[in-house]
C-alpha cells in the first residue's frame, strides 16, 4: 500500500490544491460538530418538562432562570423567549417565539452546507487532475523519445490515479460528516418547532385560566 506521503509527492500540484480543501472541510466539520454537539444541543424532553412544570406553578421567573442556565444551547433561547412574555396575548408570545426561532434556526445550521460543496469541490479536482495526468501520459507514447517515455508514462499514470483517490480520501469523510450534522442540526431544529409550539400553548392556557384542565386532557 501507497503511503499517503508518497502518494501526496508523486499526485502532483493538484494535490496540494486537494489538501487545502480538506484543511477547509474538517475545521467547518469539527466546528460544526462542536457547537451541535456540546454547544446548541440539550435533552429537550427533560428540559420541557422541567419548565412545563414551573409553568404550571405558575412559577414563571423560574423557569426563565432555567433557560439562562443553559445560555449557549438552541431550544432554551426559544423557550425563555415566550416566557419574557407570559403576561402578553397570545399573537404576542407566538410572535416571540417565532422570531427566537428565525434568530437561532441559521446559527444551528450555519456554513453546513459548505461541506457538501467542499466534498464536490474535492472529487472534481481529483478528476482534474487524472485527466491532465492521462493528457501527459498520452503525450508521452505519442511525442516523447524512446529513453523518456517509460518515466513520462509513469508520472501521467500516477498524477491521474493519485489525483483521484485523494479527492476520495478528502470527499468522503466530508460527505459523511456533512450527514451527521446535518441529521444532528434537524433535530434540533424539529425540538424548537415541537417545544416552541407547546410553550406557546401552556403559556395561552395559563393566561386563560386553564392550565390544569389542559394538562388533564393531554394525561
Do not use: W
Amino acid at each position: 500500500m501507497v503511503d499517503p506521503v508518497t502518494m501526496f509527492k508523486e499526485g502532483g500540484s493538484f494535490m496540494y490544491a486537494i489538501l487545502l480543501v480538506g484543511v477547509f472541510a474538517m475545521a467547518i466539520a469539527f466546528e460544526r460538530l462542536f457547537y451541535i454537539l456540546f454547544r446548541a444541543n440539550i435533552n429537550a424532553t427533560a428540559f420541557m418538562a422541567q419548565i412545563q412544570k414551573l409553568i404550571m406553578a405558575n412559577n414563571i421567573d423560574r423557569a426563565i432562570k432555567l433557560c439562562n442556565a443553559e445560555p449557549h444551547a438552541a431550544l432554551p433561547k426559544v423557550v425563555k423567549a415566550g416566557l419574557t412574555r407570559a403576561n402578553r396575548t397570545e399573537k404576542e408570545i407566538e410572535n416571540a417565539i417565532d422570531e427566537a426561532t428565525l434568530e437561532v434556526g441559521p446559527m444551528v445550521t450555519k456554513r453546513t452546507a459548505y461541506l457538501a460543496m467542499l466534498a464536490n469541490v474535492a472529487t472534481l479536482l481529483g478528476l482534474l487532475g487524472t485527466i491532465l495526468g492521462l493528457i501527459t501520459a498520452f503525450e508521452a507514447v505519442a511525442k516523447a523519445s524512446a529513453e523518456t517515455k517509460q518515466t513520462l508514462l509513469a508520472q501521467g499514470i500516477s498524477v491521474a490515479m493519485f489525483t483521484t483517490a485523494g479527492g476520495l480520501m478528502v470527499a468522503i469523510p466530508t460527505l459523511v460528516l456533512h450527514s451527521v450534522i446535518t441529521n444532528r442540526s434537524n433535530k434540533i431544529l424539529d425540538d424548537i418547532d415541537q417545544y416552541g409550539l407547546k410553550t406557546v400553548n401552556l403559556l395561552t392556557a395559563r393566561r386563560r385560566g386553564t392550565l390544569k384542565e389542559d394538562a388533564a386532557a393531554d394525561a
